[in-house]
């Protein structure tokens, strides 16, 4: 009798336990729309490696405040288009303030465009962080 209650207590543990979820598209959703949001994987991956490599993490965390904005706010404040893209960019390799507080943003003119924009791509793409 004890082993009955035994196994009947792991094996309601292991059911309850189990994720019986199901991830189910609606067949109103369109599957473009977020293909087209969200970067390759590779490139998001590039976008880490370059914030990782730089000095971005001394100012800024993705989902809180620290010297500077955290990633995810950015990423609300701003569209994923490209001139917001060129903009950003160019604050990174140039620096500038006023937008976020009185601290400025440090310049970085050894980032490369290119780079800058692939970090502003995976920034952008932290906004539900």
């Not at 004890?2 to 979820?21: E, H, P």
Request: with cysteine; hydrophobic share 35%.
């Amino acid at each position: 009798m004890k082993k009955f209650f035994i196994v009947l207590g792991v094996s309601a543990i292991a059911i309850a336990c189990g994720n019986n979820q199901t991830t189910e598209k609606k067949a109103d959703e369109p599957a473009a729309k977020e293909e087209q949001a969200a970067p390759a994987p590779a490139e998001d991956d590039k976008g880490v490696e370059l914030i990782a490599s730089s000095d971005c993490l001394t100012c800024h965390k993705v989902n809180e405040k620290a010297i500077g904005p955290s990633y995810s706010d950015v990423a609300k404040k701003y569209t994923a288009d490209d001139a917001t893209i060129t903009d950003l960019a160019n604050k990174i390799i140039k620096g500038g303030s006023g937008v976020w507080g009185q601290v400025p943003m440090t310049p970085h003119p050894q980032v490369s465009e290119d780079d800058a924009k692939t970090m502003v791509k995976y920034i952008l793409t932290l906004k539900n962080q």
